[in-house]
């Protein structure tokens, strides 16, 4: 869980560097849409109690990375990847020495996450130092 956890942080600075830096635009549907994405997203949970339902100001606040450098953005999200990969690593270590015989699509699983990241962290890097050029 940790390892997906990770590699959506990453993929979410990936993204939003790209579009900082111009390279990803999305959509004007998706973005005339935002307010209405998030209910229909998160409508189901605005029924519990507690805690407390997100607003969309709230969301969009702390989602914005207007305020970042596209540069920021790519290093963040590598690190992510980075943190990813060697969750993954060490889960599979500990999988392949725990005694017991792991099921296989779990060990797939892994092992394709630790690549996703590998080659993920590698673009987020490379991404990084065009940015830093003048």
Request: hydrophobic fraction near 40%; include cysteine; charge should be positive.
């Amino acid at each position: 869980m940790e390892v997906q956890q990770a590699l959506c942080r990453g993929m979410f600075r990936l993204i939003a560097g790209l579009q900082r830096d111009g390279t990803y635009a999305p959509d004007a549907l998706a973005q005339a849409s935002s307010a209405l994405r998030f209910h229909r997203r998160f409508s189901p949970i605005f029924r519990l109690e507690q805690p407390q339902a997100l607003s969309h100001e709230a969301y969009s606040e702390s989602t914005d990375s207007r305020q970042y450098p596209p540069r920021e953005l790519f290093t963040a999200a590598a690190e992510s990847f980075l943190q990813a990969r060697m969750m993954g690593e060490r889960l599979l270590q500990r999988l392949q020495h725990s005694g017991e015989q792991p099921l296989p699509y779990i060990l797939e699983q892994v092992q394709g996450h630790v690549r996703v990241a590998s080659a993920n962290a590698a673009l987020s890097d490379a991404l990084a130092r065009r940015a830093q050029r003048p």
